[in-house]
């Protein structure tokens, strides 16, 4: 095999020349392609069973997470309308990655909560609707029943229950009266507090709209506010219209207020009883026509609750309200956050097997975003991707410093020891090896880890004193004469 090299060398020495120079360029860039990696798959067997079970368990509930902690002094100075909004800003940017499998914060919780009273106000609504219809159908038929017995002399019985009933029936108008008024003024809050966001969010396409690479990104913007902008103004709509209903129920309290007078005055004059009775039908009636337009428009309003969108409270009480409970504790799903109550977390869990490419833009996008929000002091960004960034770069570093002052050494060594022509020409051999070595892993696709970086101790050792071995062997033989052999 050598002896075949060897003539091929001495046959053809200038072509050998020019392809070890074509070969020598083509491994420099290879190094080009050359990745540190820290991942589990340089320091265990991909085809192991600890290996695949972990791969199996980090694609189910994600790998480890980075971790950004908010220093504060109590929770009072934690949990503040402040820290959810910068972090609820955090999290927005974060979700353009595909390879972040969750983000986990005491944002989500408020998120949650608000969700679920949405969700709750619409089921009353609903509720409401339906008992008054029921209620509605209840007058017509008592009205029904008594325009057909009009004419019996035996009423006062029937007179004292339903005089029962309309003081039962006026006591829950009251109580409906407030829960409207409530409702409408809830809507006419829901449309200015979208309206100030939609304000915010103008500002930001203000400022988005200056750079030209962001035009997709502020047309995307402008469209959803728009349709929050239509949402307020449906929801101010809506509000508008249910002005009258509170009215409504006034007017449907006095009417049954009007009943019941109406009823003692019968039990005290019998003479006017039929046609008295006939009035408190078409009353019963009238009062049931009302309740079902008021059922009606609860309904419309059920059916458009989906203008309303749970978002981050903007007071402080408000939000208090959500993290502490009814004795002043702070609720346990929240306190799982905090450390020490000096310290609140937010989880960036990412999927399993993210390259640290991803990983480094993932870090640089969060310390970026708090740099911007000006909490670089007050936060603190830790957990092992972060940590494997920086045995990364310390890697790196390492490397650097470790190859320069190897050259440096190498050097000051064959200048002083190997007193020959060309001295120097050992290290140019080992440091065109150590490149193509290198250029050999980049295409080969063989990552820079913590073992494969012993290697180049041992590669550089053994190949300078080969190189000094067979340079002072050509020496030897060129001072042999050209016909020396």
Same mark, same amino acid.
């Given at each position: ?43 265990? &067997? ?80 609903? /509720? ?11 007058? &017509? ?51 200015? /507090? ?39 103004? /449906? ?7 249910? /002005? ?12 049954? &207020? ?17 046609? &008295? ?209």
């Amino acid at each position: 095999m050598f002896d075949k090299i060897i003539k091929l060398i001495t046959k053809y020495p200038m072509k050998m020349v020019f392809f070890g120079i074509i070969l020598f360029f083509v491994l420099v860039v290879g190094v080009t392609k050359v990745e540190l990696k820290t991942g589990n798959d340089t320091l265990i &067997q991909t085809d192991t069973t600890e290996y695949i079970d972990n791969f199996n368990y980090q694609s189910e509930f994600g790998s480890d997470p980075i971790i950004i902690l908010y220093k504060g002094d109590g929770y009072e100075n934690l949990f503040t309308v402040e820290n959810m909004t910068y972090m609820s800003e955090l999290a927005d940017e974060l979700s353009y990655y595909d390879e972040i499998f969750t983000i986990n914060s005491p944002v989500s919780l408020v998120k949650e909560f608000s969700e679920k009273s949405a969700e709750q106000y619409e089921e009353a609504l609903l /509720q409401l609707s339906s008992g008054l219809e029921d209620v509605s159908v209840n007058l &017509q038929t008592m009205s029904t029943l008594l325009a057909s017995n009009a004419n019996t002399e035996d009423i006062d019985a029937t007179l004292a229950q339903l005089t029962t009933a309309i003081d039962t029936m006026i006591t829950g108008q009251q109580n409906l009266g407030i829960g409207v008024t409530n409702l409408v003024s809830s809507y006419a809050t829901f449309s200015t /507090q979208i309206l100030t966001v939609t304000d915010s969010i103008t500002t930001v396409i203000n400022d988005l709209s200056t750079d030209p690479l962001l035009n997709d990104e502020v047309t995307t913007l402008t469209t959803a506010n728009n349709q929050l902008i239509a949402m307020a103004n /449906q929801m101010a709509t809506i509000s508008t219209d249910s /002005q009258a209903l509170p009215a409504v129920t006034a007017n449907t309290i006095i009417g049954l &207020q009007n009943i019941i007078t109406g009823l003692n005055g019968m039990i005290d004059d019998q003479t006017l009883m039929t046609a &008295q009775i006939l009035t408190l039908s078409n009353n019963l009636s009238t009062i049931a026509t009302n309740l079902h337009l008021m059922s009606v428009n609860l309904l419309m309003i059920h059916d458009n609750f989906n203008v309303l969108i749970a978002a981050m409270p903007q007071e402080q009480a408000t939000l208090e309200m959500m993290i502490y409970d009814e004795t002043g504790e702070i609720r346990r799903m929240f306190e799982t956050f905090t450390i020490d109550e000096e310290y609140m977390m937010l989880l960036v869990v990412l999927d399993g097997e993210v390259s640290d490419e991803v990983k480094g833009n993932i870090i640089d996008t969060i310390k970026t975003s708090l740099a911007d929000q000006g909490l670089t002091d007050s936060t603190l960004v830790s957990g092992k991707p972060v940590l494997d960034m920086s045995i990364k770069t310390a890697m790196m570093d390492s490397m650097q410093i470790m190859m320069g002052l190897s050259a440096l050494i190498m050097i000051s060594v064959l200048l002083i020891v190997f007193r020959v022509k060309w001295s120097l020409l050992p290290l140019g051999i080992i440091l065109v090896a150590v490149v193509m070595t290198i250029g050999i892993m980049g295409w080969l696709g063989i990552g820079l880890t913590l073992v494969s970086m012993a290697v180049f101790p041992v590669l550089i050792g053994l190949g300078i004193d080969y190189a000094i071995q067979f340079q002072s062997r050509y020496t030897e033989e060129l001072a042999g004469g050209i016909d020396n052999e």
